[in-house]
C-alpha cells in the first residue's frame, strides 16, 4: 500500500534538530542559579531554551543531529545533558560559597538561628546568607556575567558540537578544582569577621572570670552581634572585592571546562 507523503518530512527534522538543541540549554538553565529553583517557572526555563536553540540552529554551523529513534540519540542526549548541567554547576558551585562563609560568621556571631525561606530553593537559608546572596546576585548582573555566561553557552556548540560525541573533552577535572577554590575563598571571606569576634569571646570570656556575678549571656550574644556587624560594615568592601572575583574566576572555569579559554 502506497503511504501518502504530505511533505512534512523536513519539517518534521527540522523541529528534532531545535528539540535536539534544546536539551542543552535546558540543562544548563535548570542547574544555572540565576534562572533554577523556584525563581523562574519551568515553563519560562523551557521556552527559553527552545528560543535558544532555534538562534542556534541559525548561527552556529551543526553536524547533522542523529536519528530521533537511534541508539545513538540516547548518547547523544545524555552528552548534551552533562555538559548543560556542568555549565550550571559550576555557577552553583560559585553562589554557594556566600553561603559557607556566612554559616562560619553567623554561627560565630550567634546568629545561626535567625532564618528565613530562601525564595530561591524554598528551604531554609540563614538571614546573613540570603543577604549574601542577594549581593552577588546583584553583582553577577552588574559585571555582565549573564551575558558571558550566555555567551559562553553559544560557544560551548561550536567546541563541543551537538551529536558529535565530544564529551572526553569535557575538562570535568575543573569543576573539583574549583570547588576547591571554593571552600579556600569563602574561609578568606570570613576569617576577619570570625577574628574579631574570637577578640570579643575572649575579652568576655576575661571579664567573666573577672566578675562571676555578670551575666555571660547577657553580656556576650550582644557583644559579639554588635562587633559582628560592626566588622561586616568595615569589610563589605574587601568581601565584595571577593564576591567579583569569584564570578570572573567562576566564568573563567566555565570556559576552560570547554577547552574554550580564548573565549572572553
Given at each position: 500500500?502506497?503511504?501518502?507523503?504530505?511533505?512534512?518530512?523536513?519539517?518534521?527534522?527540522?523541529?528534532?534538530?531545535?528539540?535536539?538543541?534544546?536539551?542543552?540549554?535546558?540543562?544548563?538553565?535548570?542547574?544555572?542559579?540565576?534562572?533554577?529553583?523556584?525563581?523562574?517557572?519551568?515553563?519560562?526555563?523551557?521556552?527559553?531554551?527552545?528560543?535558544?536553540?532555534?538562534?542556534?540552529?541559525?548561527?552556529?554551523?551543526?553536524?547533522?543531529?542523529?536519528?530521533?529513534?537511534?541508539?545513538?540519540?540516547?548518547?547523544?542526549?545524555?552528552?548534551?545533558?552533562?555538559?548543560?548541567?556542568?555549565?550550571?554547576?559550576?555557577?552553583?558551585?560559585?553562589?554557594?560559597?556566600?553561603?559557607?562563609?556566612?554559616?562560619?560568621?553567623?554561627?560565630?556571631?550567634?546568629?545561626?538561628?535567625?532564618?528565613?525561606?530562601?525564595?530561591?530553593?524554598?528551604?531554609?537559608?540563614?538571614?546573613?546568607?540570603?543577604?549574601?546572596?542577594?549581593?552577588?546576585?546583584?553583582?553577577?548582573?552588574?559585571?555582565?556575567g549573564h551575558l558571558l555566561w550566555f555567551e559562553l553557552l553559544i560557544e560551548s556548540y561550536r567546541v563541543l558540537p551537538a551529536g558529535s560525541f565530544a564529551i572526553a573533552e569535557l575538562n570535568a577535572i575543573d569543576i573539583v578544582m574549583f570547588a576547591g577554590y571554593g571552600f579556600?575563598?569563602?574561609?578568606?571571606?570570613?576569617?576577619?569577621?570570625?577574628?574579631?569576634?574570637?577578640?570579643?569571646?575572649?575579652?568576655?570570656?576575661?571579664?567573666?572570670?573577672?566578675?562571676?556575678?555578670?551575666?555571660?549571656?547577657?553580656?556576650?550574644?550582644?557583644?559579639?552581634?554588635?562587633?559582628?556587624?560592626?566588622?561586616?560594615?568595615?569589610?563589605?568592601?574587601?568581601?565584595?572585592?571577593?564576591?567579583?572575583?569569584?564570578?570572573?574566576?567562576?566564568?573563567?572555569?566555565?570556559?576552560?571546562?570547554?577547552?574554550?579559554?580564548?573565549?572572553?
Open positions: 500500500m502506497n503511504v501518502l507523503d504530505l511533505g512534512f518530512g523536513s519539517l518534521e527534522a527540522q523541529l528534532w534538530q531545535v528539540l535536539f538543541l534544546s536539551i542543552r540549554c535546558g540543562a544548563a538553565l535548570i542547574a544555572a542559579p540565576m534562572v533554577g529553583g523556584m525563581v523562574v517557572p519551568p515553563q519560562v526555563r523551557m521556552l527559553l531554551s527552545l528560543i535558544l536553540a532555534v538562534f542556534i540552529s541559525s548561527w552556529v554551523p551543526l553536524p547533522p543531529a542523529p536519528d530521533m529513534m537511534s541508539f545513538a540519540a540516547v548518547l547523544a542526549v545524555i552528552q548534551e545533558m552533562v555538559i548543560g548541567a556542568a555549565l550550571g554547576f559550576l555557577l552553583q558551585v560559585a553562589f554557594a560559597v556566600p553561603l559557607i562563609a556566612a554559616e562560619q560568621i553567623a554561627g560565630t556571631m550567634g546568629l545561626a538561628i535567625a532564618t528565613s525561606i530562601d525564595p530561591a530553593s524554598g528551604a531554609q537559608s540563614g538571614a546573613l546568607g540570603t543577604y549574601f546572596g542577594l549581593v552577588l546576585t546583584l553583582l553577577f548582573y552588574a559585571i555582565g579556600a575563598t569563602a574561609a578568606a571571606i570570613a576569617l576577619p569577621v570570625v577574628l574579631v569576634l574570637l577578640l570579643v569571646q575572649v575579652v568576655t570570656g576575661t571579664i567573666s572570670r573577672s566578675a562571676p556575678a555578670l551575666n555571660l549571656f547577657a553580656l556576650g550574644l550582644p557583644a559579639g552581634v554588635l562587633a559582628g556587624i560592626a566588622a561586616l560594615i568595615i569589610v563589605m568592601p574587601i568581601i565584595v572585592e571577593q564576591f567579583i572575583a569569584l564570578l570572573q574566576t567562576a566564568l573563567d572555569q566555565s570556559a576552560l571546562l570547554l577547552n574554550a579559554g580564548g573565549v572572553s
